[in-house]
């Protein structure tokens, strides 16, 4: 929230520059760059928004490495962050099972306490089981495993029918539906257990650095409406573009 303040400040000043004349605000880049020599950045905060990065992300070495070389101390076990990619790599890898098996080792209450991700889990597995071409399987398994829950959910029902679709086709990708024989859908269901996983041991489920750089692009945008000013278009370098006047 620091950088959040920061940029929020500085949208405020600028407004009220902006406000005084009929025209945008041209800032020069002595200007700007002096502004920001001015913002007093800890670097204990830009330390803990990295480990909160790596940690959230699943970069165990990485972690370590940094916390040895900065001091910085995680907000959690590292331990625990190698059982977490054990459980998101098997189900990137299609292993739903032994996934479900490690999610239960690692703390039995999530799949109790999350239906959703539960359903989700299993609807993965069926999904496998057709990619498998193991047709006969995957209908005894959509039958005794999922459809009771669809009787109880409709939004279950509709996944339910959706992934059963793809056993209509010869080639299931040529299914309306057929997206869900993508890796995408592999790595989505890995991605909301990763985040079940990490609410489970009271950590963020998403890493706060995309979401400072979001703020910081709308800001920007914002700032284009009220001056003319030096602003980054490339986030991978963070160089600054000379206002347009």
């Given at each position: 929230?620091?950088?959040?303040?920061?940029?929020?400040?500085?949208?405020?000043?600028?407004?009220?520059?902006?406000?005084?004349?009929?025209?945008?605000?041209?800032?020069?880049?002595?200007?700007?760059?002096?502004?920001?020599?001015?913002?007093?950045?800890?670097?204990?905060?830009?330390?803990?928004?990295?480990?909160?990065?790596?940690?959230?992300?699943?970069?165990?070495?990485?972690?370590?490495?940094?916390?040895?070389?900065?001091?910085?101390?995680p907000?959690?076990?590292?331990?625990?962050?190698?059982?977490?990619?054990?459980?998101?790599?098997?189900?990137?890898?299609?292993?739903?099972?032994?996934?479900?098996?490690?999610?239960?080792?690692?703390?039995?209450?999530?799949?109790?306490?999350?239906?959703?991700?539960?359903?989700?889990?299993?609807?993965?597995?069926?999904?496998?089981?057709?990619?498998?071409?193991?047709?006969?399987?995957?209908?005894?398994?959509?039958?005794?495993e999922?459809?009771?829950?669809?009787?109880?959910?409709?939004?279950?029902?509709?996944?339910?029918?959706k992934?059963?679709?793809l056993?209509?086709f010869?080639?299931?990708?040529?299914?309306?539906?057929?997206?869900?024989?993508?890796?995408?859908?592999?790595?989505?269901?890995?991605?909301?257990?990763?985040?079940?996983?990490?609410?489970?041991?009271?950590?963020?489920?998403?890493?706060?650095?995309?979401?400072l750089?979001k703020?910081?692009?709308?800001?920007?945008?914002?700032?284009?409406?009220?001056?003319?000013?030096?602003?980054?278009?490339?986030?991978?370098?963070?160089?600054?573009?000379?206002?347009?006047?």
């Amino acid at each position: 929230m620091f950088l959040s303040r920061i940029v929020l400040r500085d949208l405020d000043s600028i407004d009220s520059l902006a406000s005084m004349a009929s025209s945008k605000k041209v800032v020069t880049r002595d200007e700007w760059e002096r502004k920001l020599r001015d913002v007093k950045i800890r670097k204990e905060d830009m330390n803990r928004l990295v480990m909160n990065f790596l940690v959230t992300e699943g970069f165990v070495d990485a972690a370590d490495k940094f916390r040895m070389e900065s001091g910085t101390q995680p907000e959690i076990d590292l331990a625990t962050i190698t059982d977490r990619m054990e459980v998101k790599k098997a189900v990137q890898s299609g292993n739903v099972q032994e996934a479900i098996e490690k999610i239960n080792d690692l703390n039995p209450t999530i799949l109790d306490t999350n239906p959703q991700l539960y359903f989700h889990l299993q609807q993965q597995k069926l999904i496998e089981l057709i990619r498998a071409g193991k047709i006969s399987e995957a209908l005894e398994f959509a039958q005794e495993e999922l459809a009771p829950r669809g009787e109880e959910n409709q939004t279950f029902l509709e996944e339910i029918e959706k992934t059963v679709a793809l056993l209509v086709f010869e080639d299931g990708k040529n299914c309306p539906y057929g997206e869900l024989l993508d890796v995408s859908q592999r790595l989505k269901t890995a991605s909301e257990v990763n985040a079940a996983i990490l609410t489970s041991q009271s950590h963020e489920k998403d890493p706060k650095l995309p979401s400072l750089l979001k703020m910081l692009l709308w800001t920007q945008n914002q700032l284009d409406e009220k001056a003319a000013y030096p602003r980054i278009k490339d986030f991978t370098t963070a160089a600054l573009e000379d206002p347009s006047i």
